[in-house]
């Protein structure tokens, strides 16, 4: 047993140092180019109840996303829990937008637009986010 947890522990901590080189521009294979992706997790619960349906965010989609990022961008289905302002577990439906961030320094301003204006017009707390370093080939 006790190999085990060292094992876990030796685990954790080899994972732990890997983060320190987040912000480093990964080597990537021939072909390939380092750029940044990212995940946006949209809850599609309004309060206590579903509210964002497909077609209003099809329309998000179109008027806030796709301007923003017109290089392409991929949509999924999720399902999601969390734990809201009140320390109360909520379950929620989502969408999941990945895409490949543009070259340049406007990639988190747009991100954080569409975020903010996501979380306005369907009464959000948040919008999850997660970005990280990528090899890229088109």
Same mark, same amino acid.
């Given at each position: 047993m006790k190999r085990v947890v @060292?094992?876990?522990?030796?685990? =954790?901590?080899?994972?732990? $140092?890997?983060?320190?080189? +987040?912000?480093?521009?990964p080597a990537c294979p021939m072909?390939?180019?380092?750029?940044?992706?990212?995940?946006?997790?949209?809850?599609?619960n309004i309060g206590d109840k579903p509210g964002v349906s497909d077609a209003d965010f099809r329309k998000f989609l179109?008027?806030?996303?796709?301007?923003?990022?017109?290089?392409? @961008?991929?949509?999924?289905?999720? =399902?999601?829990?969390?734990? $809201?302002?009140?320390?109360? +577990?909520?379950?929620?439906?989502?969408?999941?937008v990945v895409l490949v961030l543009p070259n340049g320094r406007e990639g988190p301003q747009k991100l954080n637009d569409a975020r903010k204006a996501y979380a306005k017009r369907f009464n959000q707390e948040s919008v999850l986010l997660v970005t990280q370093a990528a090899c890229v080939a088109f």
């Open positions: @060292l094992i876990a522990a030796a685990t =954790g901590v080899l994972a732990l $140092g890997g983060c320190a080189t +987040l912000d480093a521009a072909g390939q180019e380092p750029m940044r992706t990212a995940q946006l997790f949209f809850g599609q179109d008027e806030e996303l796709t301007p923003r990022f017109p290089g392409g @961008l991929t949509v999924l289905d999720g =399902g999601g829990q969390w734990k $809201g302002a009140e320390n109360k +577990l909520i379950r929620e439906a989502s969408k999941i």
